[in-house]
């Protein structure tokens, strides 16, 4: 859908060009664009101001149908967001409008603050990202993604953006996977479903996959992942993916809680938090869309996906409060509370995976607590991690995508909050405050010392309203964050 070109707008016919304006200065080095600008500039209601848009139809001496202007406010504060929001809305104009295709004008990155591969990147991650819906479930579909999206570009642009066309491409693709998975309703994803739906997007990929069914787990001893599913008639999956080049050196394995559906369990929850409950396996979606971006960007690191699958329902079979479990780890946990039930699939899949893949690095995406939410935001995800250097690349991962990220810290005496009397922990903290942080010391007794990163994305991976490049529903959060980072690692 992406594509770089000369376009030469004198010659050419385009039907619908997208053109990026700033209010104070002349982002485009084309003459013919320049000229364009300062006709759309002419009219008063269009100044380049942050929202502006104007349409103007069939531009003299152009071949151009009609150029549709977005203001961008002022040069010197745009950032690679600015842009991706840009290509958002310009391809979600050319959805509503109906166009099949758009060219888009690309700005000069020369006197902005940021440079021109980003700059180039964020617009396709825009454009590529601002042209998914979800309609799988209406009869009537009422809008069609546009087919083809043209960067122009010099000669020169051409030959170094084609390679990042095809990586933003398998990046946004994987992302949209993760979208997809995470709207998909309950009904549709359960735990067996959900694990063969990943697996197979996987094969496609090329990468190596297997999916372990309950009795593999009852004979390997899962007892916390297995004590959460066993109230529900759909029974536990777990599904690792390998990506493994030759001659690596290092392994990351990355953990993503899968939980098709949180009803709590018998601490059932109440109205108002369950229903948007087909969201807790965002972190499998994230997990399993980046191995599928990862089997397209071939890094030179060995990259492992696991991903516990289960569905936490409240029935005669169900844990109850009190209950006592024998984790894989072999540490005994009494659940305090049944809705704290990403914690205990995690700590199994995590503590299996330690011993499996011996990584470098392990880090685990999940959407765990509703208290990360109230420290942070909807839109921010929180960090754990007793390895500043592991956080810091984390948090500056985020800065580059936009899918933000804050530390978190992860205090030794707030260990005291998980002691119980009976077994070796509580899954719930004693004291009623910081609850993201009680979840992510629990996670930490089960990793010994492998370099670890907790990720809590209970905020950004679900959004109520559609926003400039994502609609509403699954955000695909954490994808183009893991890529981004796995790179660097
Ligand atoms: N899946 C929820 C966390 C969540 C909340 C995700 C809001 C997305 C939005 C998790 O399993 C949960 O229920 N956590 C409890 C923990 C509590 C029982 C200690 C919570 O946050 O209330
Ligand atoms: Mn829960
Ligand atoms: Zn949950």
New binding site residues.
């Given amino acids: 859908m992406l594509e770089v070109k000369s376009v030469n707008l004198k010659r050419v016919k385009v039907d619908t060009l997208v053109v990026p304006v700033c209010e104070d200065r002349d982002i485009h080095t084309d003459k013919l664009l320049s000229s364009l600008v300062d006709a759309a500039k002419a009219f008063p209601e269009f100044k380049g101001k942050k929202g502006d848009v104007i349409t103007l139809f069939q531009p003299a001496e152009t071949g151009i149908a009609r150029a549709v202007f977005f203001g961008l406010g002022k040069a010197g504060s745009l950032s690679g967001e600015s842009f991706r929001a840009f290509a958002g809305k310009a391809v979600k104009f050319c959805v509503n409008a109906g166009l099949p295709a758009m060219t888009l004008a690309t700005p000069s990155a020369a006197g902005l603050t940021i440079e021109a591969e980003t700059l180039l990147g964020a617009l396709m991650e825009g454009a590529c990202l601002g042209n998914h819906i979800f309609d799988r479930y209406k009869k009537e579909k009422e809008k069609t993604p546009v087919k083809k999206v043209t960067f122009m570009a010099t000669a020169a642009q051409k030959k170094a953006y084609s390679g990042l066309a095809k990586s933003v491409a398998a990046v946004c693709g994987a992302s949209v996977m993760a979208r997809e998975w995470v709207t998909t309703p309950s009904n549709d994803k359960r735990p067996e479903a959900f694990a063969e739906m990943i697996q197979k997007a996987a094969r496609a990929a090329g990468l190596k996959t297997r999916i372990m069914d309950e009795r593999w787990l009852e004979k390997q001893q899962f007892g916390a992942m297995l004590a959460v599913g066993q109230g529900s008639s759909a029974k536990p999956r777990l599904v690792s993916m390998e990506y493994s080049p030759k001659g690596s050196k290092k392994t990351v394995v990355l953990v993503g ?1 899968g ?1 098709t559906f ?1 009803s ?1 369990g018998i ?1 059932l ?1 109440p109205s108002g ?1 369950i229903e ?2 087909k ?2 396996m ?1 972190g499998a979606a994230a997990v399993a869309g980046t191995m599928l971006a990862v089997a397209h960007l071939k890094p030179a690191l060995k990259v492992v996906g696991v991903m516990p699958i289960v569905e ?1 329902m409240p029935s005669g079979t169900a844990i109850r409060p009190g209950d006592i479990i024998r984790s894989f780890a072999g540490k005994t946990i009494e659940i ?8 205990l699939i995690l700590v199994d899949a995590m503590a299996w995976a330690v011993k499996q893949y011996q990584p470098d690095t392990l880090i685990d995406l ?8 109230v420290a942070l935001g909807e839109k921010i995800a929180g960090v754990f991690s007793a390895d500043r250097q592991l956080a810091d690349a984390i948090v500056a991962a985020g800065d580059r995508t936009h899918e933000r990220c804050w530390q978190l810290p992860l205090p030794e005496d707030y260990k005291e909050l998980l002691k119980n009397d009976f077994a070796d922990l509580n ?3 004693s004291g009623r405050w910081g ?2 942080i ?2 992510a010391l629990f996670l930490s007794e089960f990793i010994g010392d492998t370099r670890w990163a907790h990720i809590d994305i ?2 950004p ?2 959004a109520k309203k559609a926003s400039d490049y994502c609609g509403a529903g699954g955000t695909g959060f954490g994808v183009r964050l893991l890529c981004d980072l796995i790179g660097k690692l």
Avoid: F, I
Wanted: glycine share 16%; with cysteine.
């Fill in positions: 809680k939980v949180d709590g601490n929850k938090s948007t409950m969201m807790d965002s936490n305090g509370n049944t809705d704290a039930e990403g914690r999940a959407t765990l607590t509703g208290a990360c939410v899954n719930v903290s609850g993201a009680t979840a209970a905020g991976a679900w």
